[in-house]
């Protein structure tokens, strides 16, 4: 084996592909960027490729522009995953970074992570996790487990953590996974919520959006709809059904529905008759709209996951259409209320959250220094050490 002089800085090579991945990746990145001893390159997989779902994240966040675009664009389970680690891998084969860092739970996240773990770098480094030969794999938000398998996420969530040597949590319950799992302490890292570093950065700058003067809407006078998860909305059927009985809610409450493209292929097939003024469909939304929106609505109805954060940090109320949750703390702590996927649910969860005022806590260390803690966490742990070959020279 050829152990190298010790590199002057740290190289990480940190992975971006789908939209909530850009809120994630944007306090990361300004992060790094403030401390000299890292060299970091961003990796976008392409697989959101829309303006909408993409390109507005970088201008509102400014993330800056990617290194290298993989363009692997849309495909089914295995030949996205298959496309990313095909496309990834020379990338960190020419690459030879330190490190790679993943964020969430999207197919771009495990496809990266997994030929990260599988890639011998031509020259060892050492560091304070000991003498490494392949590069030091990180997880930010790992640990959240919804116990739900049929949940793609589920999955490349913990195959994520498996193969990740350090592991940045966002909420306590994420630790007690990790634990639970067998997964020893070194590896493991409080660090709190980069998504709400985003959140608290772009706040005072979203509240000057003019979107509800352009919806003609009023705060605290609509609640926003937000559907994209394969179990509500893949099968007509069931989507008719959900909107159904969110077509109740929206005769007394006019929604706000901003379509992710996935809804939208079905929204047709499900023959949903979405009449105005009682909802106002429109495209995906860039951050600072969405999150001004947010702020003001009276009620979100969501089955994504980052949004139930948001809305705990906000103090809306938050109605999550589904039967579990990954992210309990903001049901526990946070606004957040699960209404699964049934009327009878949804509707008693409606009259519930109309009759009582909204009260709730922010989790502990989402406060905006999430990505600061990590970055200084790396830090710590990645600096080049001289090897036992160095010693001797
Ligand atoms: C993906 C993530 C999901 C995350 C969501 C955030 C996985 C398994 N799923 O789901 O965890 O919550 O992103 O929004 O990684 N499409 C477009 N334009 C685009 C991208 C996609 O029209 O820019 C359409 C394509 O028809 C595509 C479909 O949306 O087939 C689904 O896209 P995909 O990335 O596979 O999954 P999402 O549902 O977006
Ligand atoms: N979001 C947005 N515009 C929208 C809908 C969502 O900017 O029209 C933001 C939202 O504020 C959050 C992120 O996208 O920061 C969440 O992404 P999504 O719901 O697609 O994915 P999930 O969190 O469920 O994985």
Same mark, same amino acid.
């Given at each position: 084996?050829?152990?190298?002089?010790?590199?002057?800085?740290?190289?990480?090579?940190?992975?971006?592909g789908?939209?909530?991945?850009?809120?994630?990746?944007?306090?990361?990145?300004?992060?790094?960027?403030?401390?000299?001893?890292?060299?970091?390159?961003?990796v976008?997989?392409?697989?959101?490729?829309?303006?909408?779902?993409?390109?507005?994240?970088?201008?509102?966040?400014?993330?800056?522009?990617?290194?290298?675009?993989?363009?692997?664009?849309?495909?089914?389970?295995?030949?996205?995953?298959?496309?990313?680690?095909?496309?990834?891998?020379?990338?960190?084969?020419?690459?030879?970074?330190?490190?790679?860092?993943?964020?969430?739970?999207?197919?771009?996240?495990?496809?990266?992570?997994?030929?990260?773990?599988?890639?011998?770098?031509?020259?060892?480094?050492?560091c304070?996790?000991?003498?490494?030969?392949?590069?030091?794999?990180?997880?930010?938000?790992?640990?959240?487990?919804?116990?739900?398998?049929?949940?793609?996420?589920?999955?490349?969530?913990?195959?994520?953590?498996?193969?990740?040597?350090?592991?940045?949590?966002?909420?306590?319950?994420?630790?007690?996974?990790?634990?639970?799992? @067998?997964? /020893?302490?070194?590896? %493991?890292?409080?660090?709190? *919520? &980069?998504m709400?570093?985003?959140? #608290? $950065? +772009?706040?005072? !700058?979203?509240?000057?959006?003019?979107?509800?003067?352009?919806?003609?809407?009023?705060?605290? @006078?609509? /609640?926003?709809?937000? %559907?994209?998860?394969?179990? *509500? &909305?893949?099968?007509?059927?069931? #989507? $008719? +059904?959900?909107? !159904?009985?969110?077509?109740?809610?929206?005769?007394?409450?006019?929604?706000?529905?901003p379509?992710?493209?996935?809804?939208?292929?079905?929204l047709?097939?499900?023959?949903a008759?979405?009449?105005?003024?009682?909802?106002?469909?429109?495209?995906?939304?860039?951050?600072?709209?969405?999150?001004?929106?947010?702020?003001?609505?009276?009620?979100?109805?969501?089955?994504?996951?980052?949004?139930?954060?948001?809305?705990?940090?906000?103090?809306?109320?938050?109605?999550?259409?589904r039967?579990?949750?990954?992210?309990?703390?903001?049901?526990?702590?946070?606004?957040?209320?699960?209404?699964?996927?049934?009327p009878?649910?949804?509707?008693?969860?409606?009259?519930?959250?109309?009759?009582?005022?909204?009260?709730?806590?922010?989790?502990?260390?989402?406060?905006?220094q999430?990505?600061?803690?990590?970055?200084?966490?790396?830090?710590?742990?990645?600096?080049?050490?001289?090897?036992?070959a160095?010693?001797?020279r």
């Amino acid at each position: 084996m050829n152990v190298g002089a010790a590199p002057a800085a740290i190289k990480i090579l940190c992975v971006a592909g789908a939209r909530p991945n850009f809120v994630k990746i944007a306090p990361l990145m300004r992060a790094l960027a403030q401390r000299p001893v890292f060299t970091a390159r961003l990796v976008h997989t392409g697989q959101h490729y829309d303006a909408a779902l993409s390109r507005v994240f970088f201008d509102e966040l400014g993330i800056p522009r990617p290194d290298l675009e993989l363009e692997v664009g849309s495909g089914s389970h295995a030949l996205q995953t298959a496309e990313i680690m095909r496309r990834f891998a020379p990338v960190v084969a020419a690459e030879q970074p330190h490190a790679v860092l993943v964020v969430g739970d999207v197919n771009s996240t495990i496809a990266c992570a997994l030929v990260t773990a599988k890639t011998l770098l031509a020259q060892p480094f050492n560091c304070a996790l000991g003498l490494r030969r392949r590069p030091v794999m990180i997880h930010v938000e790992a640990g959240l487990r919804s116990g739900d398998d049929d949940m793609p996420e589920e999955i490349n969530r913990k195959l994520t953590d498996a193969i990740s040597d350090l592991l940045f949590v966002s909420e306590p319950a994420g630790l007690d996974n990790l634990r639970r799992e @067998g997964v /020893g302490e070194a590896r %493991l890292c409080f660090a709190g *919520n &980069v998504m709400i570093d985003t959140l #608290l $950065a +772009a706040q005072a !700058q979203a509240q000057r959006s003019d979107v509800l003067t352009r919806l003609g809407l009023q705060d605290g @006078g609509y /609640g926003l709809l937000t %559907l994209h998860r394969p179990s *509500n &909305v893949d099968d007509p059927a069931a #989507l $008719a +059904a959900l909107l !159904q009985t969110l077509d109740r809610i929206a005769a007394e409450l006019p929604l706000v529905f901003p379509v992710h493209p996935r809804t939208r292929a079905q929204l047709t097939a499900a023959h949903a008759a979405l009449v105005p003024p009682r909802w106002r469909l429109c495209e995906p939304l860039g951050y600072l709209d969405f999150l001004r929106l947010t702020s003001g609505a009276r009620v979100v109805l969501t089955d994504s996951g980052g949004v139930q954060e948001e809305t705990t940090v906000l103090g809306v109320r938050c109605l999550t259409l589904r039967d579990n949750t990954e992210r309990p703390v903001t049901v526990s702590e946070g606004t957040n209320t699960l209404a699964g996927t049934r009327p009878e649910t949804i509707l008693a969860a409606w009259e519930r959250a109309r009759a009582a005022p909204t009260h709730g806590r922010i989790p502990a260390l989402w406060d905006g220094q999430a990505a600061t803690r990590i970055v200084a966490e790396l830090e710590r742990r990645l600096t080049p050490l001289p090897t036992a070959a160095d010693a001797q020279r």
